[in-house]
């Protein structure tokens, strides 16, 4: 299989969502879970942007033993030096840098010509080559930007020293098909293109995030940048968790990454508490709901076997097992399952006693535990004297 890095974003455009800033502590604690779980490239901050971003930075370099460690900057010098200082006790370090490519960018953002965009870009690159010999450029809002055009700077890049080109969809504005071209168009046209990686940064605002990275990967990307729980700016990131089971669930695909999926609950909890950005229970992967069946159908067949109903084996990313939930939408065998497991044995006279009174009682509660089946149960002696 073809390896596929994962670059994680989580301390940086992670961070950038309101209220979920983070001290130092933190992003130390994070890290240092980061690097274990198996992450290729962990991106610590942007170090100019503040005092307490580039300390951050400074002493995740320091801890980070496995990943490199990845310092963000504008293309502008006094950014990529703040960088390259904060780096400096890294074993692995990276400068990201990069600057807007596409029209609106070079037209509003930056009030300049196509040409000038070209020549900062290759000026950047080649300023932080004389710090690190690892330099990854990205052209913000590559999703918007005219191909053509995008392969020059993708060109010019590579020509100053790229090691890595970051190609994003900043607003969450691509197709699928589309982004996945648009990756497959750079392989094609770009002088020089197989001696880099191609990155894709893929953000959520249409819910494609993850789609799109797919897309990238599929089409010569061989890296993705992404985050834990898919937290970021506006709609968030790429999820982490999502792309890493993808490629895992798809060998067909023949891409793998180094990612240790067993902590895949246990650092989603982590992110989640640390920042205070609890994850939605419908999750894919790591959310409260993500291994949980409250369907009477879904239930009888998740009894019988598993893989009716989970693509995933919940051991494999951190859940200890699968839950049958009871609700009103409950049947039989899944009342008898339940009920088994604290010591009821039924008879199937019994269970259809029992299962009548547990209709009755689910239909007063959203979710029926297991007190509640005592209860029931006791409801059912005392009105039909079984013998429980």
Do not use: W
Not at 120 to 144: L, M, Q, S
Not at 189 to 197: A, E, L, S
Not at 218 to 240: M, P
Not at 349 to 371: P, R
């Amino acid at each position: 299989m073809e390896h596929v890095e994962i670059f994680d974003t989580t301390l940086r455009d992670g961070e950038q969502v309101p209220g979920c800033k983070l001290n130092t502590s933190q992003k130390l604690r994070i890290a240092a879970q980061l690097d274990q779980l198996g992450v290729d490239v962990i991106e610590a901050g942007f170090p100019v942007s503040s005092p307490g971003d580039f300390q951050s930075v400074t002493e995740i370099s320091k801890l980070v033993k496995n990943a490199t460690v990845c310092g963000l900057t504008r293309a502008v010098e006094k950014d990529i030096e703040a960088a390259a200082e904060a780096l400096k006790y890294a074993r692995r370090p990276r400068i990201h840098t990069g600057i807007g490519t596409s029209d609106s960018h070079i037209k509003y953002k930056f009030n300049t010509t196509p040409d000038k965009i070209l020549e900062r870009a290759r000026d950047a690159v080649a300023y932080a080559k004389t710090f690190v010999h690892d330099v990854e450029f990205y052209a913000e809002d590559a999703g918007r930007t005219d191909n053509e055009f995008l392969a020059q700077v993708c060109a010019v890049a590579i020509k100053a020293g790229a090691t890595v080109l970051n190609i994003p969809d900043t607003t969450g504005y691509c197709l699928p098909d589309e982004y996945g071209a648009k990756i497959k168009y750079l392989m094609e046209n770009v002088p020089g293109i197989h001696k880099v990686r191609i990155s894709c940064h893929c953000h959520n605002d249409l819910g494609l995030a993850t789609a799109n990275a797919i897309a990238g990967v599929t089409n010569g990307a061989r890296q993705i940048e992404c985050t834990i729980n898919g937290i970021g700016e506006r709609a968030g990131n790429t999820s982490l968790e999502e792309v890493v089971m993808i490629l895992r669930q798809h060998p067909k695909l023949n891409l793998s990454t180094n990612i240790d999926s067993k902590r895949l609950l246990s650092i989603s909890k982590m992110v989640a508490e640390e920042m205070g950005m609890m994850v939605q229970a419908n999750k894919a992967i790591v959310g409260e709901n993500a291994f949980a069946h409250s369907s009477g159908i879904h239930q009888d067949g998740m009894i019988k076997n598993r893989e009716t109903y989970e693509i995933i084996n919940p051991t494999d990313v951190g859940v200890n097992e699968s839950s049958i939930v009871l609700t009103a939408r409950s049947g039989r065998s899944a009342l008898a399952y339940r009920a088994k497991n604290i010591g009821y044995d039924f008879t199937k006279l019994d269970l259809d006693i029992v299962y009548s009174e547990f209709v009755n009682f689910a239909d007063t509660c959203k979710v029926v535990v297991d007190n509640d089946i005592h209860h029931i149960v006791q409801m059912s002696k005392n009105k039909f004297q079984l013998s429980l």
